[in-house]
């Protein structure tokens, strides 16, 4: 099978609401895009009718193709899934709440002719998005930016395009918590951005509430920056200087100003601010520490357990010896 022009890569949590207008927005898309192109939905162990939905527009569409996990693996999990199946020469990424307008697509494929291995969209504006969810997205950019020692680009989500070559480094990297826009400014290569406005939700709710956020950003920071760990360090460097000053002023205190009393407020508010310290080193180190043991067990992010026009993986080789076939 030879190998298609550009692969759209949807991962699909309860969306039912939103694939029949999906569907007419590929449809219209796929029609001005001209090229050879698949699209890949992933199921993300949805639990309403998005599986039943995406299975009957697969059957009269041939392009359409349908990956749907034993269970909830996790949207980054979708997404690591859809960049193992797809075929394409360039790969897509994009949410399928239609936040991601599939007509910026083609101004990224414009880009990646220009010789571009990753164009990413850059949010210019958030439509539907609460004061509280642009501040926290905001400010946790800038600070993972800070903490990480590769640039990562600001205001920027999983929607973009990759070339084929990043798509197999992505490949190699099989981690357990993932946090794929990371990934892909880690590998690096040519990458640019292009701008865009968000719109707000075509229907149904945002999969990502405030508990997931926070996972979400912490997956992001220990995956990348061991800066939490020498944070431990450095916080206990000055807790032994404090620590030293405070010993020096009782010893002066006691025998040249006789101005001692008994501390217990002082013995209290030490021995509270340094057992606080502690359990919050220890809760870091427990954050890395539980990444190891799962990172460990070696099991696989995700479990495929129904497909739609998919008879199997594919294979990068036999795909690329096709390909110089029919040159």
Same mark, same amino acid.
């Given at each position: 099978?030879?190998?298609?022009?550009?692969?759209?890569?949807?991962?699909? &949590?309860?969306?039912?609401?939103? /694939?029949?207008?999906?569907?007419?927005?590929? $449809?219209?898309? @796929?029609?001005? @895009?001209?090229?050879?192109?698949?699209? @890949?939905?992933?199921?993300?162990?949805?639990?309403?009718?998005?599986?039943?939905?995406?299975?009957?527009?697969?059957?009269?569409?041939?392009?359409?193709?349908?990956?749907?996990?034993?269970?909830?693996?996790?949207?980054?999990?979708?997404?690591?899934?859809?960049?193992?199946?797809?075929?394409?020469?360039?790969?897509?990424?994009?949410?399928?709440?239609?936040?991601?307008?599939?007509?910026?697509?083609?101004?990224?494929?414009?880009?990646?002719?220009?010789?571009?291995?990753?164009?990413?969209?850059?949010?210019? *504006?958030?439509?539907?998005?609460?004061?509280?969810?642009?501040?926290?997205?905001?400010?946790? &950019?800038?600070?993972?930016?800070?903490?990480?020692? /590769?640039?990562?680009?600001?205001?920027?989500?999983?929607?973009?395009?990759?070339?084929?070559?990043?798509?197999?480094?992505?490949?190699?990297?099989?981690?357990?918590?993932?946090?794929?826009?990371?990934?892909?400014?880690?590998?690096?290569?040519? $990458?640019?951005?292009?701008? &865009?406005?968000?719109?707000?939700?075509?229907?149904?709710?945002?999969?990502?509430?405030?508990?997931?956020? /926070?996972?979400?950003?912490?997956?992001?920071?220990?995956?990348?920056?061991?800066?939490?760990?020498?944070? *431990?360090?450095?916080?206990?460097?000055? /807790?032994?200087?404090?620590?030293?000053?405070?010993?020096?002023?009782?010893?002066?205190?006691?025998?040249?100003?006789?101005?001692?009393?008994?501390?217990?407020?002082?013995?209290?508010?030490?021995?509270?601010?340094?057992?606080?310290?502690?359990?919050?080193?220890?809760?870091?180190?427990?954050?890395?520490?539980?990444?190891?043991?799962?990172?460990?067990?070696?099991?696989?992010?995700?479990?495929?357990?129904?497909?739609?026009?998919?008879?199997?993986?594919?294979?990068?080789?036999?795909?690329?010896?096709?390909?110089?076939?029919?040159?």
């Amino acid at each position: 099978m030879q190998r298609p022009t550009l692969s759209l890569v949807l991962p699909i &949590y309860n969306e039912e609401e939103v /694939i029949a207008e999906l569907h007419a927005r590929l $449809q219209d898309f @796929l029609s001005k @895009l001209g090229l050879d192109c698949e699209v @890949l939905f992933i199921n993300d162990g949805s639990k309403d009718r998005s599986l039943p939905l995406l299975r009957e527009i697969a059957r009269g569409e041939p392009r359409y193709r349908v990956l749907s996990f034993s269970r909830n693996f996790g949207h980054q999990a979708a997404i690591s899934a859809g960049v193992d199946w797809a075929r394409g020469r360039a790969v897509v990424v994009m949410d399928a709440d239609l936040q991601d307008p599939p007509e910026v697509v083609l101004e990224m494929v414009a880009r990646w002719r220009e010789g571009f291995d990753v164009v990413y969209g850059k949010r210019r *504006s958030r439509e539907g998005e609460t004061f509280f969810k642009l501040l926290t997205a905001r400010w946790f &950019y800038r600070i993972f930016a800070a903490m990480i020692p /590769i640039e990562v680009p600001l205001d920027t989500g999983d929607f973009r395009l990759m070339s084929r070559r990043v798509v197999v480094a992505l490949r190699a990297l099989r981690e357990t918590h993932r946090f794929v826009r990371g990934m892909v400014a880690w590998v690096g290569f040519k $990458q640019t951005a292009v701008l &865009y406005d968000r719109p707000g939700r075509f229907a149904g709710e945002t999969k990502y509430p405030l508990k997931k956020m /926070i996972r979400f950003a912490i997956d992001g920071i220990t995956s990348f920056s061991v800066l939490p760990l020498r944070f *431990s360090t450095y916080l206990g460097m000055l /807790i032994s200087v404090a620590s030293l000053a405070v010993a020096i002023w009782a010893v002066v205190a006691h025998f040249v100003f006789r101005a001692t009393v008994p501390g217990w407020t002082a013995t209290v508010v030490l021995v509270s601010l340094l057992a606080s310290v502690q359990l919050l080193m220890i809760g870091i180190l427990g954050e890395y520490i539980g990444r190891i043991y799962e990172q460990v067990k070696g099991r696989p992010n995700y479990l495929v357990g129904d497909r739609v026009n998919a008879s199997a993986r594919p294979d990068d080789d036999a795909l690329d010896d096709e390909d110089d076939a029919s040159a």
